[in-house]
């Protein structure tokens, strides 16, 4: 039996300030980010000092294949510096580990929680 797997993103523009909801089910793939790379890209594109706030939902989440963990080590390095805060809503102690792991590739900070209205209310905080 096959697992599912996916990313879906959704990506908010405020004046240049933006929310990014990130759901991420299975096992993620290289194909998986190059689907939300150029998403990304296409809406930093242009803007003078970025400020994003993630909220990733890994909950469904089962890891990435290799090739994929250095699509999403690629993706932290080229736009580390625009995020404010990542918020890294899960229920696995390896996504805990990932998180701050996370803050060493950012400017912003990385955060794990097991609650999606700790992560959200993190995110919503000045």
């Known amino acids: 039996m096959t697992k599912s797997h996916g990313i879906q993103i959704e990506i908010d523009n405020n004046d240049g300030k933006f929310f990014v909801e990130i759901k991420a089910t299975g096992k993620l793939t290289h194909q998986d980010y190059q689907m939300i790379t150029p998403e990304i ?4 594109e242009g803007i003078d ?25 690629k993706l932290g390095l ?3 510096k625009s995020f404010r805060k990542v918020a890294l809503y899960g229920n696995k102690h390896w996504q805990e580990l990932g ?14 929680f ?3 209205i700790d992560a959200l209310n993190w995110l919503k905080e000045a």
């Open 114 to 116: 097991d609650d999606a």
């Open 49 to 73: 000092k970025p400020v994003v706030d993630v909220y990733f939902d890994g909950t469904a989440c089962d890891g990435w294949d290799l090739h994929a963990a250095w699509d999403d080590l």
């Open 41 to 44: 890209d296409t809406a930093l």
């Open 99 to 112: 998180a701050k792991i996370g803050n060493w590739f950012m400017s912003g900070e990385v955060r794990y």
């Open 78 to 80: 080229k736009h580390g």
